[in-house]
């Protein structure tokens, strides 16, 4: 008895009312196999445009992330069968107004007469996406790589995705394009698709944008940045279009453009990064530094610095070269000051120190008390070989007759008891001399007025500071002159 299997393997097979002559096999399952398939095919006519290609999810990774673009033909550049028909039905879709999500890619793709799975028409749309040939957007953001990616990823999204044509923008709108952004970046732009020259223009405005915001940072140290935040505003601005808008509109720009680069960008950024700029950073210290010397100075050179670093294009002209010329002969004042007045000052205290060693008070105090009465004079040299400031070093000479008087009396307070004798009386106490300076007695005089106008108020001032000067040795003051 004849098995099933027998029986199908010589049994006469209809397919769509005519017999099908495919399989030759006498293996009845073998035909039956092989009878499915031709069915599949009868079905879905369009299922062969997809070859022998592997579409699954890891094949669309690698479209996306390497750029695979040769999976039907040799040819990145040609588009294959599959891709064809994907471009023609958007198309279609375009030129009737509707719009296709990518939802819309895949429900059509997999009726008849395709039956593509939903990987195969990812793939599909990712060849046309990283070709150049549609575009992608979500919630009116256009989509980049990473973008696309994440979108395929997330079947949530594939309903708000929509894909489209992309707008045929003429050679000369893309080769012009391309142009300005070799003058206005100062490189190539390698890219020959429409999308791919507007998206690198793109990122390199919000790149070169964002160091401009970087150095206008600086702008209250340099005013002169502060003359890019229009290029900053312009080229956030373009950035920020999407690449058909800015095909449409970079040339109401371009001028513009063009002429902050070169006459705002360029200068500036050749300074920022030369020899010019470390001596403008010189300048600038060395005038934040000498503020307090400048005033003891005769310093005309002053207001030569103030205005350069004021200047909105110090950068231009002999700017810097005369900024530096004045900076040096301020510094050669300067230093000449600071020396005289050094020397004046040690001298002075040596001075001080000198009269302190021979008098009474001194030879009559402990070696102790010496070495304290001379060590604030001692302080004050040393310091004064680190002073930097003329106004201290002034105001440091002025203080030394205080600061004698002040040594002074510490030696009479701590002046040392004599000894007392046993069965000797204690002598009558001396009475303790205090020392005052001739400039302490001088505050106590009081006039009704404030400057001596004839000599009546002369004989009147002179009269008063005798009386404060009697009142003071009666006192018993001894009164320092200098």
């Keep these: 008895m004849a098995t099933i299997n027998d029986l199908l393997a010589h049994a006469t097979i209809y397919m769509n009312g005519v017999v099908n002559r495919t399989s030759s096999s006498n293996d009845g399952r073998t035909r039956i196999l092989e009878t499915a398939q031709d069915l599949i095919q009868l079905a879905y006519p ?6 022998s290609v592997t579409l699954d999810e890891a094949q669309l990774r690698v479209i996306m992330a390497k750029g695979e673009l040769s999976l039907f033909n040799n040819d ?3 588009l294959s069968a599959p891709e064809q ?8 879709r375009k030129t009737q107004h509707d719009r296709t999500t990518l939802s819309d890619l895949r429900d059509h793709f997999s009726r008849k007469p395709y039956g593509w799975s939903t990987m195969a028409v990812w793939c599909i749309t990712a060849l046309l ?4 040939k549609i575009e992608a957007k979500n919630a009116e953001n256009d989509l980049d790589d990473k973008g696309m990616m994440d979108v395929f990823d997330n079947n949530r999204t594939w309903l708000s995705t929509l894909v489209s044509p992309q707008l045929e923008i003429p050679f000369t709108e893309v080769k012009h394009l391309k142009e300005v952004y070799l003058e206005a970046f100062n490189e190539t732009n390698p890219y020959t698709e429409a999308k791919e020259v507007a998206m690198l223009f793109r990122e390199k405005a919000l790149t070169q944008q964002k160091g401009i915001l970087q150095l206008l940072v600086e702008g209250e140290l340099y005013p002169f940045l502060k003359a890019l935040a229009p290029l900053a505003d312009l080229l956030h601005k373009l950035a920020m279009m999407n690449y058909v808008e800015l095909y449409k509109n970079f040339r109401n720009y371009e001028d513009e453009l063009l002429d902050l680069k070169e006459t705002v960008y360029d200068p500036i950024i050749q300074f920022w990064h030369s020899e010019q700029k470390n001596i403008f950073d010189q300048i600038f210290r060395f005038h934040n530094d000498n503020q307090a010397n400048f005033d003891h100075i005769e310093a005309p050179e002053r207001e030569t610095l103030s205005q350069l670093l004021k200047e909105s294009t110090p950068y231009k002209g002999d700017r810097i070269r005369e900024g530096k010329q004045a900076m040096d002969c301020l510094a050669e004042k300067i230093r000449d000051k600071i020396t005289r007045e050094r020397q004046l000052l040690i001298e002075k205290a040596q001075e001080k120190i000198n009269e302190l060693n021979v008098s009474y008070e001194y030879l009559e105090a402990s070696k102790d008390i010496q070495d304290i009465a001379v060590r604030p004079f001692e302080e004050i ?4 070989h680190r002073q930097q400031y003329i106004g201290n070093l002034k105001s440091d000479r002025n203080s030394l007759s205080e600061l004698y008087t002040r040594q002074l009396n510490y030696m009479v307070d701590n002046k040392p008891t004599p000894p007392t004798l046993p069965d000797v009386e204690d002598p009558l106490p001396r009475p303790t001399i205090r020392f005052t300076s001739i400039a302490r007695v001088e505050k106590e005089v009081r006039l009704n007025k404030t400057q001596l106008e004839n000599m009546e108020d002369v004989e009147t001032y002179i009269s008063k500071l005798r009386e404060a000067i009697e009142q003071k040795i009666k006192e018993n003051y001894r009164i320092t002159l200098n």
Excluded: D, H, P
């Excluded at 996406?129 to 150049?132: A, V």
């Design 46 to 51: 369009k299922l062969r445009l997809l070859g």
């Design 76 to 78: 990145q550049n040609s």
């Design 85 to 92: 028909e994907m471009l023609n039905l958007l198309g279609r």
């Design 129 to 132: 996406f990283k070709k150049g």
């Design 381 to 384: 040299i040393t310091k004064a």
